[in-house]
């Protein structure tokens, strides 16, 4: 027999409100949510002891008071593996964008700055014999460095908190930090955001990187110091850096980062293919409906 449930939804693409949140959980068994919902004590006391299922429509989870839900004994379901290529393939696309100055070339078309062909107008950095440092080797961040070695990448560093086996498959080096970050060409975050790597790329991180590295995360905005990234690519301390992640999001138009030109930022869209967001979507309901009946959920996460 089927499950039936009473579904109450919030019909918008746009982020629920917090009031509609805390009113429209009230007494639910399980909850969907996006990675914009800040779920805390406070939700998980305004939907009361039924709910035994959270379904976020993410593989972060950083946004889910993991104590507080496990204290209730509540079940976690998320979106890992089902939006790893996409990711892979869209902070590609960013770090060649943002070393290649793609978006300064385009908007130079437009307003009339290309006057003509000059040896050394709008040059770049380019991937062949290059070090590549992945802060973060766990699903994207080996699948970013697959998708990089066919580039002529020369050395592949990466850090975290435990070697991997898969490493090998890419040639990774598991080095300390400070290494990946001294030595790399280009920097690319792609770790999970915790209490550890919060604030991970600050003043110091920055001070240590080669004038001529690019930075780039595709991981969370928190993972970097905002202010002291700025301050290392205004003052020349680095080359270049995109982001496809800020903090907050969206990112003030007023915010000084967008003032530079060496810096490329990106609305949070490393898993925006159709299919992807599509599979996720169906993921996400899958999770939901396990949890609802006792069941396995297909992507269950252990905390
Ligand atoms: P994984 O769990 O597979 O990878 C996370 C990696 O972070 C692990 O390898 C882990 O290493 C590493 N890590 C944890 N702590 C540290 C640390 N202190 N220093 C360095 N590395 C650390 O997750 P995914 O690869 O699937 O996703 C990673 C993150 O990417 C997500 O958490 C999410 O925040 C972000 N993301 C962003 C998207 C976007 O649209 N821009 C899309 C999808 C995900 P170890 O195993 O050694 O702890
Ligand atoms: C995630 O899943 O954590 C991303 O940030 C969005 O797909």
Redo the contacts with the bound molecule.
Sequence with gaps: MGLSCEVSQWDSDEPVPRTELLKGVQGAHGLLCLLSDKIDAEVLDAAGPNLKVISTM???F?HLALDEIKKRGIRIGYT?DV??DA?AE?TVALLLATARRLPEGVEEVKNGGWSSWKPLWLCGYGLMGSTVGV???????MAIAQRLLPFGVNRLLY????A?PRAAEVKGEFVP?DTLVSESDFIVV?????P??QG?CDKAFFSKMKKTAVFIN???GAVVNQEDLYEALSSGQIAAAGL??TTPEPLPTNHPLLTLKNCVVLP????ATYSTRGVMSALTAQNLLGGLQDSDMPSELRF
Excluded: A
């Excluded at 850090?159 to 435990?162: K, P």
């Design positions: 993410s593989v972060g950083d890992p939006l790893t990711t869209l802060v973060g080797l766990g699903r994207i961040g850090s975290g908190r435990t991997k930090l792609s770790c999970s955001l915790t550890e790597t991970l595709s991981s969370r496809d992640v949070h869209i490393g898993s």
